[in-house]
């Protein structure tokens, strides 16, 4: 492993670092629970997403050293193969992103448990990335099978994420706030404890917001899916008739601000994207290179996305003295991929990203970069990203491959794998979005 692709792997690592549940979970309980606090009623954990597992095996620690007698139960959902060990809290595996019967069911059960809680009564919510199709459970009158349907839609047409959440937490019976208001009509208390994976940082958007006021409306989800052409071609017709029934005040609205008068409701985000961003800067300015954070907040369509940045760098190296600082530019946020009709493809975002930086980076020397997915899992393989070196390029044109053949067939997992070049740390247990830094050496 030579001097770059270490910088770039221990930088990435440094991101994940400071976005781990078991180094973070409990330091942020003891500030919202005074010394001393220990629950008088029922303590319900409840919660969905990549890392919500892990936030549940941390939470079951602290409540083990500082709530011995707690009445500690509860349902937590993730991503299959994002489990953790927990003694008191069901974890359930299940369907990412596209929901599945499983995550339904769970979902079921979380909403049963909320409805058991009384006055004077703790729940407390673990709410990471992923967790509006893991918390997938649909408004009277719409089946799994149309949230499906909806929710590949979705995906297809390349609608950013926040977008997607606006329509799904419209059709949900525990998105867009819902599931406070339940634990609100029970007299509980409720702490949500979040993990941030939208550029935002709002709670409203993470996991589309189970616990939080949501600012969008019916109409919203509404112009959203005209925007994208998604109409009863493409959408089932249980869920436009929801919307639309929505819309003209037949069905109640999510949750609102001042639905949370005199409630006891808070959401905590107790980590997010910039976090790592700037934890990836400490590290790579300690080895000796000026780190500049582009923002954690870049979308867009993966390759357009990858040509700017190929400009941004091209700028900073024509514009260095000799005597300069090597270069690190940082930066995070969730691109898109919109596959043409019949394309399969093979990678995700990150990859496509990297893919669309290696081609439009040609002619800048010294350039080495790495884009992965935090939560160890970039679109449809099993790796969380790729990366590149010189070397890297070097090898491309000793093989005779044709980097822009690959991504012009989406395949830039093929690309990156060929060259022994992929990111493989399996799920990480965590989510704060998409990484990339690239290195300009002297």
Request: aromatic fraction near 6%; charged fraction near 20%.
């Amino acid at each position: 492993m030579n001097k770059e692709q270490t910088i770039l792997q221990n930088a990435f690592a440094a991101a994940l670092a400071v976005a781990e549940p078991k180094k973070i979970v409990s330091g942020y309980l003891a500030n919202i629970f005074p010394p001393g606090f220990e629950p008088k009623g029922k303590c319900l954990v409840v919660g969905a997403g990549k890392a919500s597992a892990s936030m549940a095996s941390a939470l079951e620690l602290h409540a083990k050293n500082c709530w011995p007698q707690a009445e500690l139960n509860g349902v937590v959902l993730t991503r299959y193969g994002h489990g953790s060990s927990t003694e008191f809290i069901r974890i359930i595996e299940a369907g990412h992103p596209v929901p599945d019967q499983t995550g339904m069911d769970g979902a079921k059960e979380v909403l049963r448990l909320v409805n058991q809680l009384g006055e004077g009564d703790l729940m407390i919510a673990l709410v990471s990335g992923g967790g509006s199709s893991l918390l997938t459970l649909p408004q009277n009158g719409i089946s799994i099978e149309d949230m499906q349907n909806t929710t590949e839609a979705l995906l297809r047409s390349g609608a950013p994420i926040e977008e997607m959440n606006v329509v799904r937490k419209h059709l949900s019976a525990i998105l867009g706030g819902n599931l406070a208001r339940v634990a609100i009509s029970r007299g509980a208390r409720v702490e949500a404890l979040l993990i941030s994976d939208v550029t935002s940082d709002l709670p409203a958007d993470i996991s589309s917001g189970p616990c939080a006021s949501d600012y969008s409306t019916y109409r919203d989800a509404l112009t959203i899916l005209e925007k994208y052409q998604l109409d009863e071609n493409s959408l089932p017709a249980s869920v436009l008739r929801h919307l639309n029934r929505g819309r003209d005040g037949e069905i109640p609205e999510t949750l609102k601000e001042d639905d949370l008068r005199c409630a006891q409701v808070k959401n905590h985000v107790i980590a997010t994207a910039y976090k790592s961003l700037e934890a990836a800067a400490e590290y790579v300015r300690d080895q000796g290179y000026d780190p500049i954070i582009l923002g954690d907040d870049i979308t867009g369509e993966a390759q357009d996305v990858g040509a700017k940045q190929a400009a941004i760098a091209r700028k900073y190296s024509l514009g260095r003295q000799p005597s300069s600082l090597p270069i690190a530019i940082i930066s995070g946020g969730e691109c898109t991929v919109t596959l043409p009709p019949g394309t399969k493809g093979r990678g995700g975002r990150c990859s496509e990203f990297l893919l669309s930086l290696f081609i439009a980076s040609e002619d800048i020397g010294s350039l080495s970069a790495l884009a992965a997915d935090t939560d160890g899992i970039d679109g449809s393989e099993n790796n969380a990203g790729a990366w590149f070196t010189e070397g890297i390029r070097r090898d491309c044109y000793k093989k005779g491959m044709n980097p822009v053949k690959f991504l012009s067939s989406h395949d830039c997992y093929g690309f990156f794998a060929e060259l022994g070049a992929l990111v493989e740390t399996g799920p990480t247990l965590t989510n704060v979005n998409d990484f990339r830094i690239i290195l300009i050496d002297n």
